[in-house]
């Protein structure tokens, strides 16, 4: 029973926190008080208004993609075996409508536990608490009608520690609190992978009081005087085509950068940025922390652009900061297959997810679980 409810738990925390990125923009959005209010100059609201109306074009759609990750760099136990590579692909069918959204994914291949972080010294220490790796099949499938969100995460792995262990789990749940909506579904949002929000590019160039207006959107909860700056740099060639160039500051109230982004918004491709530089101050003010770059476009409609191909790379923190030099520790390539914009949508597409049955559902309201059950022939 407790390594049933410890499988659960990893899933449902592979369900919620479903990449590191995330993880990164609630750490640079987290602290007490107020924020102070953020200053656009005139030459950026027009740019954000223009942005706006783009933006509208891809309201609703409909999109099959292929992700292709790969990790290298991670700390494992000195005991264990040397892991084989972690790769892994995933195919996401996700349709959208507003802030409705269905996504449902399906993984295949090698894929890394983070329990004890990126290493520590408790991942020499204790091997019952070190990193390791599952190689198998996971499922997701995420619905949210903008007023009540369903969940279901199903993994059938073999846990390459101590002994190869099988590992089947599943787990579902229905909420009253609302999913975010992936930036896969906002191709204005597409290449800020790390460090980003789950709000529409517009929204997120006006500062965190409007990000956290937003709805769906995490609460700003900055410390008094803390800064979002976010300026126009000008006109630069990137990807082969001409865009402006943006840079996005998140200042301490002593003065001292957070965190900065460099992106270019292509001017014939709908101002979608073509590329993205994301920098932890701490770490390096010069060398970038991630990096995002779109490599391939397909026009879906006369006129309306949208992603074909484009890769991500992480780069690690420590020798960043203490040796001045990137080193890859995570490679992502995204290849959309098809992308459709304005499809019907089928009845209840937003709102039915029948759990198989023998699943364990959880019903939450307002963060707290108010019953849980185990679904018997494919319940809603």
């Keep these: 029973m407790l390594i049933q409810k410890i499988m659960m738990t990893r899933l449902a925390v592979s369900i919620f926190v479903l990449s590191i990125p995330m993880a990164v923009v609630l750490m640079l959005l987290s602290a007490r008080g107020e924020p102070q209010k953020t200053v656009l100059s005139e030459e950026l609201q027009s740019l954000i208004r223009e942005i706006e109306r ?5 309201h609703t759609l409909k999109l099959n993609l292929t992700t292709s990750r790969s990790e290298e760099g991670i700390r494992f136990h000195s005991d264990e075996p040397k892991p084989k590579p972690i790769q892994s692909e995933s195919q996401s069918d996700l349709i959208t409508q507003g802030l409705k959204f269905r996504e449902e994914v399906q993984s295949k291949g090698r894929f890394i536990v983070l329990v004890s972080g990126f290493g520590s010294g408790e991942v020499r220490r204790n091997i019952s608490n070190a990193n390791y790796t599952e190689v198998g099949t996971r499922e997701m499938i995420l619905v949210s009608d903008g007023t009540t969100s369903r ?26 609190e609302q999913f975010r909506l992936p930036n896969l579904a906002r191709p204005h949002m597409f290449v800020l992978r790390y460090g980003g929000a789950h709000v529409p590019l517009s929204t997120y160039l006006k500062g965190i009081k409007a990000i956290g207006e937003f709805r769906g959107a995490p609460p700003p909860n900055l410390r008094a005087g803390t800064v979002f700056k976010a300026q126009i740099l000008g006109t630069e060639q990137c990807q082969g085509l001409e865009c402006t160039k943006l840079m996005i500051e998140i200042v301490n109230p002593g003065g001292t950068p957070r965190s900065r982004r460099e992106l270019w918004l292509a001017h014939d491709r709908n101002l979608i940025p073509v590329k993205d530089l994301f920098y932890l101050c701490s770490n390096s ?23 074909l191909k484009a890769h991500s790379n992480r780069f690690s923190s420590y020798l960043i900061k203490h040796e001045g030099r990137q080193k890859r520790i995570q490679h992502v390539k995204y290849d959309f297959n098809s992308v459709q914009l304005d499809p019907p949508i089928p009845p209840n597409e937003f709102t039915s997810l029948k759990f198989p049955p023998g699943t364990e559902v959880s019903i939450r309201e307002d963060g707290k679980i108010i019953k849980t059950f185990v679904a018997e022939a494919n319940e809603l």
């Design 54 to 58: 783009n933006e509208a074009l891809y």
């Design 285 to 307: 003010n010069e060398i970038p922390f991630a990096e995002a770059i779109i490599d391939e476009w397909q026009e879906v409609r006369p006129g309306v652009w949208f992603p």
């Design 151 to 176: 969940h279901f995460g199903e993994g059938d792995v073999v846990a390459e520690r101590q002994g190869n262990q099988p590992q089947k789990s599943s787990i579902g749940g229905i909420s009253n």
